[in-house]
């Protein structure tokens, strides 16, 4: 008999409204929330899954950020990084988070999965 250990979903930390939000103490507590996409199996650093790739690029620098890997340990028990403006991987994780429920709300609302182009060259 075969288990599956993934867990259903991942909770990511990341913020509700505008990151500013968080300098006034008094809206700080309520400008951060937890997304929870479905788990990705194959999820990649940067991150990169099924439909996301983030890529973190610095044109004035001409250089890459170090991707997040949502997968490392110490970042899957603390539901993902803390919400910290400064944090480029925080940045990283909340671009996935926000896009990967976009995609999983109008997926449940069409009732399918999304097709892309690529999906029907291959």
């Known amino acids: 008999m075969s288990y599956n250990m993934n867990p259903d979903f991942r909770h990511l930390r990341a913020y509700a409204f505008d990151p500013s939000l968080s300098l006034e103490i008094d809206r700080a507590k309520i400008n951060r929330t937890t997304?929870?996409?479905?788990?990705?199996?194959?999820?990649?650093?940067?991150?990169?899954?099924?439909?996301?790739?983030?890529?973190?690029?610095?044109?004035?620098?001409?250089?890459?950020?170090?991707?997040i890997d949502l997968n490392d340990s110490h970042v899957l028990a603390?539901?993902?990084?803390?919400?910290?403006?400064?944090?480029?991987?925080?940045?990283?994780?909340?671009?996935?988070?926000?896009?990967?429920i976009t995609i999983q709300n109008y997926e449940k609302?069409?009732?399918?999965?999304?097709?892309?182009?690529?999906?029907?060259?291959n």
Do not use: T
């Not at 194959?42 to 890459?64: M, N, Q, T």
């Not at 609302?109 to 060259?121: E, F, H, N, T």
């Open 35 to 67: 997304y929870v996409p479905d788990w990705e199996k194959d999820l990649k650093p940067g991150p990169c899954g099924e439909y996301i790739e983030v890529i973190d690029y610095l044109p004035i620098c001409d250089e890459y950020i170090s991707p």
């Open 78 to 100: 603390e539901n993902g990084l803390s919400p910290i403006e400064s944090n480029p991987q925080f940045h990283q994780q909340m671009v996935y988070a926000v896009a990967v």
């Open 109 to 121: 609302a069409l009732g399918r999965k999304v097709v892309s182009s690529l999906d029907l060259i």
